[in-house]
């Protein structure tokens, strides 16, 4: 079983709302950083959002600040991204990722687990 299966992913039209959902499959992961990052063709992998273990400390990229949250549910297992004022340029595979050191990271390479990934498109 992946580590880390994430949902939610599709097709949306400009200006609308996505919510990604990442279930890690053991109960460890309530004790790492989680993360999603994206990529799009072409283009370096590059961070969305973390979220520390305790949810105190979330990080974002620039994009995405104002209009997209992260959140977590440790009792559940799971890591979600609800994305508001979807653009074109938001077009990408979202993957979700976990790292077991305390902080947050905007390097990819600082991320041992990572999803299938999901995709999200959308339309102009």
């Known amino acids: 079983q992946a580590p880390l299966v994430e949902s939610g992913g599709g097709l949306v039209q400009a200006g609308g709302s996505l919510r990604l959902t990442c279930a890690a499959s053991?109960?460890?992961?309530?004790?790492?950083?989680m993360a999603w990052f994206r990529q799009a063709p072409g283009k370096e992998r590059e961070l969305v959002a973390a979220i520390t273990r305790g949810g105190p400390m979330t990080s974002y990229g620039s994009s995405v600040i104002g209009r997209f949250t992260i959140s977590r549910d440790n009792d559940k297992g799971t890591v979600s991204l609800q994305m508001n004022s979807l653009n074109s340029e938001d077009t990408a595979v979202y993957f979700c990722a976990a790292r077991n050191w305390y902080g947050t990271s905007f390097d990819p390479r600082e991320y041992n687990y990572w999803g299938q990934g999901t995709q999200v498109t959308v339309s102009s």
């Open positions: 053991e109960r460890t992961f309530s004790e790492y950083t």
